[in-house]
């Protein structure tokens, strides 16, 4: 089963950047569509950015504009860029297939917040 380990989540203000990573056990980015998922305290888990296994992106209108999606295949790794953050960003943030698929990972807490 492959393991997914996100980093990079912290403090940051109103209008503040972040990039967060998730690095996978073995190679899955080259053969399924993966994704950056958050989820709000108190809400369900959403899916806010999307890659497909032929590199198209694509976002949730929340976010589009602010978060670019991207991927390093030698390293296994996905980046969501997240700029202009906002209040409502704050959420743990997981990275998966689309659909999800296995176990999650533990995600990485964001906090936009002045």
């Known amino acids: 089963q492959v393991q997914l380990v996100e980093s990079g989540g912290g403090l940051v203000q109103p209008g503040g950047s972040l990039r967060l990573s998730c690095v996978a056990s073995r190679s899955i980015f080259s053969i399924s569509p993966v994704g950056w998922y958050r989820q709000a305290p108190g809400k369900e888990r959403d899916l806010v950015a999307r890659i497909s296994s032929g590199g198209v992106t694509s976002y949730a209108d929340s976010v589009k504009g602010r978060f670019t999606i991207s991927r390093d295949k030698a390293k296994n790794t996905i980046y969501l860029q997240m700029n202009s953050l906002e209040p409502e960003d704050t959420a743990v943030y997981y990275c998966?297939?689309?659909?999800?698929?296995?176990?999650w990972g533990q995600g990485t807490l964001v906090t936009v917040s002045s």
């Open positions: 998966n297939r689309d659909p999800p698929y296995g176990t």
